[in-house]
């Protein structure tokens, strides 16, 4: 079914969405449209700080990858989203999220990296590589998205991927020729709902409700507790 609503994000989805995110060794926290930059979903390859067990007193913390993903999605919106390739116009309400994660996962697991352009001796093919990475790399977390929620269909092609079938293909054989991609199967992070939190999770009441009741309130109240920093004056050069 499609319709031209606003989707919200349930607890059920966000616990299910987290277990699926740290396969691909990642972290899920959430975060509004607006706040994305207008994005429904980011990867987010910076080390992120994450508590190991947010059910105890004293978790322990780690630092990982993540992936934002925007409480609410206006399907309309994203229907009408104007993509290289795959036509989200036939995206159903119930695979919207499911393809956002899947992308967002797509551009951990099967994306060019920038820094390999870098590498390239060539200056024309590395002009060429460094000015098309990002939309490749958006077509192939896309195919992979599709791939996910619809295995075996071909992707579905928007008037403009039909006309740029060949260029995307030319584009994508010359940086696999030159800085090939690595199809990554990262160590999954362990699963379980209070495991391997971001400590972002644990700034508001509202996002603390998607993780679960087991939340310790010690853990809360450590993450909401402002924090000083001070320079060690010792450490001036005069």
Same mark, same amino acid.
């Given at each position: 079914?499609?319709?031209?609503?606003?989707?919200?994000?349930?607890?059920?989805?966000?616990?299910?969405?987290?277990?699926?995110?740290?396969?691909?060794?990642?972290?899920?926290?959430?975060?509004?449209?607006?706040?994305?930059?207008?994005?429904?979903?980011?990867?987010?390859?910076?080390?992120?700080?994450?508590?190991?067990?947010?059910?105890?007193?004293? #978790?322990?913390?780690?630092?990982?990858?993540?992936?934002?993903?925007?409480?609410?999605?206006?399907?309309?919106?994203?229907?009408?989203?104007?993509?290289?390739?795959?036509?989200?116009?036939?995206?159903?309400?119930?695979?919207?999220?499911?393809?956002?994660?899947?992308?967002?996962?797509?551009?951990?697991?099967?994306?060019?990296?920038?820094?390999?352009?870098?590498?390239?001796?060539?200056?024309?093919?590395?002009?060429?590589?460094?000015?098309?990475?990002?939309?490749?790399?958006?077509?192939?977390?896309?195919?992979?998205?599709?791939?996910?929620?619809?295995?075996?269909?071909?992707? #579905?092609?928007?008037?403009?991927?039909?006309?740029?079938?060949?260029?995307?293909?030319?584009?994508?054989?010359?940086?696999?020729?030159?800085?090939?991609?690595?199809?990554?199967?990262?160590?999954?992070? #362990?699963?379980?709902?209070?495991?391997?939190?971001?400590?972002?999770?644990?700034?508001?009441?509202?996002?603390?409700?998607?993780?679960?009741?087991?939340?310790?309130?010690?853990?809360?109240?450590?993450?909401?507790? #402002?924090?000083?920093?001070?320079?060690?004056?010792?450490?001036?050069?005069?």
């Amino acid at each position: 079914m499609k319709t031209e609503t606003t989707l919200r994000l349930t607890r059920t989805q966000y616990r299910t969405f987290a277990e699926q995110v740290k396969q691909a060794g990642c972290a899920l926290s959430l975060s509004t449209f607006r706040a994305l930059g207008n994005c429904w979903g980011i990867f987010d390859p910076r080390a992120r700080l994450v508590c190991l067990d947010v059910s105890e007193d004293e #978790p322990g913390f780690a630092e990982v990858c993540g992936i934002q993903l925007s409480t609410s999605v206006d399907s309309g919106r994203l229907r009408s989203n104007q993509r290289t390739e795959i036509d989200w116009s036939a995206l159903e309400d119930h695979e919207i999220y499911p393809f956002i994660v899947a992308h967002e996962i797509g551009h951990r697991v099967d994306n060019f990296c920038y820094w390999d352009a870098a590498r390239i001796d060539d200056l024309h093919v590395r002009a060429r590589c460094e000015s098309t990475i990002r939309s490749i790399n958006e077509v192939l977390a896309d195919r992979y998205a599709w791939s996910q929620i619809r295995p075996g269909e071909p992707v #579905p092609l928007c008037e403009l991927g039909k006309s740029l079938q060949e260029e995307v293909a030319a584009d994508i054989a010359l940086m696999d020729k030159y800085m090939p991609r690595v199809r990554r199967q990262p160590r999954a992070l #362990p699963a379980g709902r209070y495991l391997h939190v971001p400590e972002k999770m644990l700034m508001s009441d509202v996002h603390v409700s998607f993780i679960g009741t087991g939340v310790s309130t010690a853990v809360i109240e450590s993450a909401r507790r #402002p924090r000083t920093y001070r320079r060690d004056s010792r450490s001036r050069v005069f």
